[in-house]
């Protein structure tokens, strides 16, 4: 029902888990990790039967502690998809995630010295996953020039948005993130040797690869949930406890069966999908292509 529900193709995939068409349902759909801000992210609804599909037990606890109901946690998508997808490939290389723009400001990252940085401690061939925002002739130029690859999953809107990730974090042994965000933990959860590089150290001073108008995030936002899991801060991540880590954050410990699932989000049920089908009309009319927003 709401604009976000079909992004990075969250929904489509929670439907084809379920074996039902693709349809609007009455609630949002959690679309990224919260690993500090769980307790900013989640609005009341302005429909009261309207339900948050969040992802773990910090968020659902978190917005249940600030009087937030209609709260059902159902694990994230990407790991409904990891249940039906059969891709099998040989792992060779690094893929690595640069911090990306987003509609209200452009990323300035540091790509070259990134590239440099990670051309000395991880094997090639190396691969480059931008966000499409990110995904110009210009950017991509940088990393040419140093025989790197580029790939993007697609604009939000693109229903093969989360398959084409899944596919592109499979294909490769070592996956490099630059923020503390849903591409470290897919890694982490299909238990890659994983790396989360947000700064580097030169002349005995850190800096940072993201500058500009969200430095400040990486600098201050996570240190305490840094401090609590500092085994992220090693070159390789500990597969063991990264996996745990996803585990716990993706909220594995909510994977539902097809039946479960299927009606918890109305699939099944044509009072509720005829309701979110009719506001997700009137959605629409507010937030004019918001939606199947691009760039």
Request: aromatic fraction near 16%; hydrophobic fraction near 30%; charged fraction near 25%.
């Amino acid at each position: 029902m709401y604009v976000d529900n079909n992004w990075y193709s969250h929904r489509s995939i929670l439907a084809e888990y379920c074996e039902v068409e693709d349809k609007p349902i009455l609630g949002s759909i959690q679309h990224g990790i919260h690993v500090a801000d769980f307790h900013k992210n989640l609005g009341k609804h302005k429909l009261p039967f309207s339900k948050h599909f969040c992802w773990s037990r910090q968020v659902y606890q978190n917005a249940l502690k600030n009087n937030i109901k209609n709260v059902v946690p159902i694990g994230a998508p990407f790991l409904y998809l990891d249940e039906i997808s059969n891709i099998k490939t040989d792992n060779k290389g690094t893929l690595v995630f640069p911090a990306h723009s987003n509609p209200e400001d452009s990323s300035q990252f540091k790509h070259e010295i990134f590239i440099k940085i990670v051309m000395e401690s991880y094997p090639g061939p190396y691969t480059a996953c931008l966000f499409f925002l990110d995904f110009d002739n210009n950017t991509r130029d940088i990393y040419k020039k140093y025989d790197w690859g580029t790939v993007t999953a697609g604009v939000r809107s693109d229903q093969n948005f989360l398959k084409n990730l899944y596919g592109f974090i499979k294909k490769h042994e070592y996956c490099i993130s630059t923020e503390l965000g849903t591409s470290l933990y897919y890694t982490m959860y299909l238990n890659k040797k994983s790396s989360y590089k947000y700064k580097y150290r030169l002349n005995n001073k850190d800096y940072y690869f993201s500058r500009g108008p969200n430095e400040l995030t990486f600098k201050d936002q996570f240190l305490e949930y840094k401090k609590e899991n500092n085994f992220l801060l090693k070159n390789i991540i500990d597969q063991d406890r990264g996996k745990k880590l996803a585990d716990i954050e993706l909220g594995k410990e909510f994977i539902k069966s097809k039946n479960e699932l299927k009606s918890i989000l109305g699939f099944d049920n044509k009072i509720k999908s005829n309701l979110a089908n009719f506001f997700s009309k009137l959605i629409d009319l507010k937030y004019k292509k918001l939606r199947s927003w691009e760039k």
